[in-house]
């Protein structure tokens, strides 16, 4: 299984984007996707995630109701809308899939994608 995220880029605060993340490859029915993030000198935190049948989504406390996480299983792509962007949500967006609904710990990484926000 590959995960493949795009969308990243500059943007002003106060803005948007969408990040996407396609899977190739096998994934088994079941698996939740989400979204991770690494800001510079910082650890990797949880962001979102989203349960294999979209019916139930979780939020890290700094992003809620700013972004919003959804999925297309025909095309085996997990999405995050991210509005209202500040400077601190600055970081390398990576997306993560895994059986376990919580992503405590996901077995499949994408390869990132920077998003900056400017003040």
């Known amino acids: 299984v590959q995960l493949q995220a795009s969308g990243g880029g500059l943007v002003q605060a106060g803005g948007s984007l969408n990040l996407s993340c396609a899977a190739s490859?096998?994934?088994?029915?079941?698996?939740?996707m989400g979204w991770f993030r690494q800001a510079p000198g910082k650890e990797r935190q949880f962001v979102g995630r989203?349960?294999?049948?979209?019916?139930?989504?979780g939020y890290a406390d700094s992003v809620k109701g700013r972004f919003t996480i959804s999925k297309d299983n025909a095309k085996n792509t997990v999405y995050l809308r991210m509005n209202s962007l500040k400077p601190e949500d600055t970081a390398i967006y990576y997306c993560?899939?895994?059986?376990?609904?919580?992503?405590?710990?996901?077995?499949?990484w994408g390869q990132g994608t920077l998003v900056t926000v400017s003040s």
């Open positions: 993560a899939a895994d059986s376990d609904p919580m992503l405590r710990r996901p077995k499949y």
């Open positions: 490859g096998h994934l088994s029915r079941g698996y939740a």
């Open positions: 989203i349960t294999w049948r979209g019916d139930t989504t």
